[in-house]
């Protein structure tokens, strides 16, 4: 039976180590050393009847929930 966290530890090592993000950025750029850059984003903000807001409203345009946005 395989063990899924002994597994997983695996996994982890194997993707972050610096060899196997040497190879990814030289199969993407077809150069050696690109370092590939992965963006995060922030979810988008969203009231609670489901409209997604841009974050800076006071009131939802939908339903005119108050948000509790901070500027």
């Known amino acids: 039976m395989v063990n899924a966290g002994h597994m997983q530890k695996q996994m982890n090592e194997m993707q972050?180590?610096?060899?196997?993000?040497?190879?990814?950025?030289?199969l993407v750029s077809g150069k050696k050393g690109y370092k590939a850059v992965i963006e995060v984003s922030k979810p988008s903000p969203k009231c609670s009847c489901g409209k997604i807001l841009e974050g800076?409203?006071?009131?939802?345009?939908?339903?005119?929930?108050?948000?509790?946005?901070k500027k």
């Open 16 to 26: 972050n180590s610096d060899s196997i993000s040497s190879l990814f950025g030289q």
């Open 56 to 69: 800076v409203e006071k009131f939802c345009p939908e339903c005119g929930t108050m948000t509790n946005f």
